[in-house]
């Protein structure tokens, strides 16, 4: 009970333990309430996280040679793309950060694919999303390489061959133009043969180099690894060449195994020691600049198998 | 006037009682309140958690086969969806340590379904190609299990007769099953 007197406020020690308890009642609840939407956040985080590394699945499967994707997140989200190359195949780390509340979730939790190589900026922010995949050979087939980009980014191609026009044409995905759209500024400029775009890009018959503003210069094979620089930052990329290396010396050992089995049954192939030179450049791949070596390997790799009786793959 | 300090002080005695009791209630209440969002939220997350890996072996299974490891390419002829290379998956099968958590899931065998054999025998490097079953990969059970997803894929080989190479190719179930969180 409070009684007012003379001398001011009294409080009996009921009331005054009442009051530190409820206040102490209300912050442990508060806590408590708080660690559950952290909770909740980071669940909702990994699940997106998770569930987007697992739509990605079908655009893996076809021998189609570009098809493009595309899937929204309720709420605004940041898509980081972390590569690691540690391990027999690396590893692809998808971390989703959702907009909730006026602030982005601060999660941890990261999920990962061996199997996966997504190209992209470090950090793709949107709720729209694209995704485009194409198989990458080199000499067989490695994987399907897959280009995250956001509904917020808008690519101009400025110049590009025709087959590579045409193909941006055919995918018809909704953030890539390649007429008139040179002067806006708006859209990420990508320059073939150009200079002083945001994206400059030197292309000689599928082999050259990707050049961006505060990056280093990339260095490409195929038109595969060409989508590849534009669409990701030179770190993600330099990542992703060396796991894609990773799976070359992979299969190449089911390959020279292959080579036992066909043997047995009168086909025979000299690709044994071809293979073991693959393997060993693959494994020795510091930096994009030593792909054109490769690459010239694979080519002869690639012919003696053409016209071998039991081809290989 | 000692009788009166006695009751004032049973009287205050009773109040610190009291206080105790709601004291007590009022933690328990949160503690069996705290304990029951966890519960929930965790068969939440678990029966998340099972859904995706389910997702995963349903859309894995339908592309699994023409990933590189498996896919026969342009070996047995021009480009063939859902054409799984024999002599690839031995190899692999033989290998797998290097591809433990690459999939991510819990196992994947090829079933030879066509032509029919009565009996079902495990493929290993002495009897190859005779034999209908190729256990890619298993749990630490070393047998099958978990829940499954099959699909259908053409199994093809290089074979040999009268000194002439043809191509062998069979029908199989490609199955492929994750763990039930």
Known sequence: MVKLNSRGIEMSFTWIFAIIVGISVFIFAFILISKIIDTGSMQSDAKVAKEVGVLLNP????????????????????????????????????????????????????????????????????????????????????????????????????????????????????????????????????????????????????????????????????????????????????????????????????????????????????????????????????????????KTLSDDISEINNYAICSLW | MFAMVMIVDKKAQLKIQQMAFVLLAITLFFVLAGMFALVFLLSGLRGGATALEEKNALLLVTKLANSPEFSCGDAYGSDKLNCVDADKVMVLSKNIDRYSKFWGVRDIEIIKIYPREEELLTCTLSNYPNCNSIKIRTGESGAFSGVPHENFVTLCRKEQEGGVVYNNCDIAKLLVSYDQK
């Not at chain 1, 000499?139 to 193909?167: G, H, M, Q, R, W």
């Not at chain 1, 038109?223 to 299969?251: G, H, P, W």
């Open chain 1, 59 to 294: 655009l893996e499967t076809g021998f189609e040679e570009g098809k493009t994707s595309s899937f929204s997140i309720p709420t605004k989200s940041r898509i980081i793309n972390k590569c690691y190359t540690e391990g027999n195949f690396g590893r692809q780390v998808i971390n989703v950060r959702q907009f909730s509340f006026g602030k982005w979730s601060t999660t941890d939790v990261d999920v990962g694919f061996l199997n996966k190589y997504i190209f992209s900026n470090g950090t793709t922010e949107g709720k729209k999303f694209y995704v485009f995949a194409k198989p990458f050979d080199f000499p067989f087939k490695i994987s399907d390489l897959i280009y995250l980009t956001s509904s917020n980014d808008e690519y101009c191609f400025v110049s590009a061959p025709e087959d590579i026009e045409n193909e941006l044409y055919n995918l018809n995905q909704a953030n890539f133009f390649t007429e008139d759209c040179r002067e806006d500024e708006d859209k990420i400029q990508v320059c073939f043969g150009g200079s002083g775009c945001d994206v400059n890009v030197l292309y000689d018959e599928g082999s050259g180099s990707v050049r961006k503003e505060h990056e280093e210069t990339v260095y490409f094979e195929t038109d595969a690894l060409m989508y590849a620089a534009i669409f990701s930052n030179s770190e993600t990329y330099e990542c992703q060449v060396k796991r894609l290396m990773q799976r070359v010396d992979s299969l190449s050992q089911i390959y020279m195994g292959k080579i036992g089995f066909s043997a047995s049954r009168g086909c025979n192939s000299n690709l044994n020691n071809d293979l073991v030179a693959l393997r060993s450049l693959a494994n020795g791949l510091g930096s994009s600049s030593g792909l054109n070596q490769i």
